[in-house]
Structure formats: C-alpha cells, structure tokens
C-alpha cells in the first residue's frame, strides 16, 4: 500500500490518489503562445509585444527571453522570473515559444 494522500474527485465520485488527480488537473488545461505553440513547465518563451510592468516602473521588450515558465492552472496565464521583478504573470497571447 501507499503512502500516497487521497482526494475525493466530485466528477467520478471515487477517492484517488492524490498524484493522479494532480496529473489530470495538468493535463487538463492547455496553454497556448501567440501563434498557437503548446506550452508546458520549463518552457522558454519571447515576448512579441512591449509590456509595461505594474508595479515595477519597469518595460520589457519585444524578444525579451523568458526561462523556465510555469503554468499556472488558467489557459491565459504563466507564471515566470526576470531578473528585478517578483511575482511576474504573463498573459500567453504576449509570448512566444523558443
């Protein structure tokens, strides 16, 4: 037996581990680039448009690189690091993938 932790899935009304729910939930949503390039965790992506960063006082460029995106679990929305910004969520129809 497992030490896996299981969660109740509404939809089937079974209890299933935990890793297998996670593994749905990810495979479930699709996010795609601006050009309609999949995307997926770890990707590296380019901006197609400038972008004005709230907060930041800061713009990133058109061709500015993006490494080792996450998805966030919203088919519009990826979370990512740039040097000096934290927390930086980018809508996809603005990336591009590598």
């Known amino acids: 037996?497992?030490?896996?932790?299981?969660?109740?899935d509404e939809a089937s009304g079974e209890w299933l581990p935990a890793s297998e729910v996670a593994a749905k939930a990810a495979a479930a949503v699709e996010?795609?680039?601006?050009?309609?390039?999949?995307?997926?965790?770890?990707?590296?992506?380019?901006?197609?448009?400038?972008?004005?960063?709230?907060?930041?006082g800061q713009t990133l460029k058109v061709g500015t690189v993006i490494r080792s995106i996450r998805l966030t679990g919203d088919p519009q929305e990826i979370d990512c690091r740039f040097d000096?910004?934290?927390?930086?969520?980018l809508r996809a129809e603005f990336v591009k993938k590598r």
């Open 1 to 8: 037996m497992s030490d896996d932790e299981y969660i109740y």
């Open 31 to 56: 996010v795609r680039d601006a050009v309609g390039n999949l995307l997926a965790d770890g990707d590296s992506v380019s901006l197609v448009k400038d972008l004005k960063v709230k907060g930041a």
């Open 84 to 89: 000096g910004i934290k927390g930086l969520v």
